[in-house]
C-alpha cells in the first residue's frame, strides 16, 4: 500500500551563529520573516510576499536583490510592468524607506507618501509631472518624505548636487555646490575638496593656495596655469 507523502513544515529557529540575520530585509515584494531550513536541513528565509503568498528562500538571491517575490509575478504580470524602468525605480524607493539598515533612509525614519504605497498612483503623478527615462526622482527636502509635494524629476548631475554630503561654497556673489564651482572654473572637483571639505579652507583660499603652487606635481601646475587663464578671460570679457 503507498504511503502518501506528507507536505513539508517550515519551522521557525535562530539565525545560526556566524550567519547575518536577515530578518526585516526587503526585496521587491518580499519581506524576510523569520530563518528556517529546507527539507535537507538547508538554511532558508521565510519571506512573506505582497500578493499574501509565504515562502522559504535561500538567502543570496535576497541579499542580492536578484530574488523580488514569491513567483506570483510570472502569473500576475503578463504585460512585463514590473520590468519597466518606472516600476524599478518605485520598487527602491518603498525598499529603501522600508529597510530600517538603510541610514540615510529607512534608518533615519524617510518614508513613502501613503498614496504613493500602489504602484499605479505613483505612475500617474510621474507621467503627469515630466518623467523620462534619462531621469530620476530626487527630494527637494532630503530630510522629507517621498511625496508628491516634495519630489520631482532631474537628470543624475543635478541629483548628486543636492544630497547632505554636497559641499556648498561660496562663488561668483552666489551659493554652489563645490562641483558647480569646480566645473565653471575649470579646476579638478576632487583637489578643491582636498582643501575646502578636508582642510576647512574657503573656496577662495583654496584657489589662492592652488594657484600659488600649494603642490608642485605637473597636475598641479596645469590647474594653477589653467585657473590663471580662466580668471585673464573673465577680467577681458
Known amino acids: 500500500m503507498a504511503v502518501a507523502e506528507l507536505e513539508f ?3 521557525r529557529i535562530d539565525a545560526p551563529e556566524g550567519v547575518t540575520d536577515l530578518t526585516g530585509l526587503t526585496s521587491g515584494m518580499l519581506t524576510v520573516l523569520w530563518p528556517t531550513r529546507g527539507p535537507k536541513r538547508d538554511l532558508r528565509w521565510m519571506c512573506q510576499c505582497e500578493c499574501g503568498n509565504r515562502k522559504a528562500m535561500p538567502g543570496a538571491p535576497l541579499r542580492s536583490g536578484q530574488t523580488q517575490a514569491c513567483g506570483c509575478l510570472r502569473i500576475k504580470d503578463p ?3 514590473r520590468k519597466t524602468r518606472l516600476h524599478g525605480i518605485w520598487r527602491n524607493m518603498v525598499n529603501r524607506c522600508r529597510d530600517i539598515t538603510r541610514g540615510g533612509y529607512g534608518g533615519r525614519g524617510i518614508q ?3 498614496e504613493w504605497r500602489e504602484y499605479e498612483a505613483f505612475q500617474r503623478w510621474a507621467m503627469a509631472n515630466g518623467y523620462a527615462d534619462d531621469l530620476t ?3 527637494r527636502d532630503n530630510d522629507g ?5 516634495n519630489c520631482h524629476w532631474t537628470t543624475m548631475l543635478q541629483q548628486s548636487r543636492n544630497t547632505r554630503r554636497t559641499v556648498w561654497v561660496d562663488h561668483d ?3 554652489v555646490s563645490l562641483g558647480e564651482a569646480a566645473a565653471d572654473l575649470g579646476i579638478s572637483y576632487h583637489q578643491l575638496h582636498a582643501r575646502v571639505k578636508r582642510r576647512g579652507m574657503t573656496l577662495a583660499a583654496a584657489l589662492a593656495d592652488i594657484a600659488a603652487g600649494g603642490c608642485q606635481s605637473p597636475q598641479y601646475l596645469r590647474m594653477a596655469e589653467g585657473l590663471a587663464r580662466k580668471r585673464a578671460a573673465k577680467a577681458a570679457a
Not at 145 to 149: G, I, Q, R, T, V
Open 137 to 139: 526622482i530626487d527630494r
Open 9 to 11: 513544515t517550515y519551522t
Open 79 to 81: 504585460e512585463g510592468i
Open 112 to 114: 513613502v507618501a501613503e
Open 145 to 149: 518624505d517621498y511625496c508628491p509635494a
Open 173 to 175: 556673489g552666489k551659493t
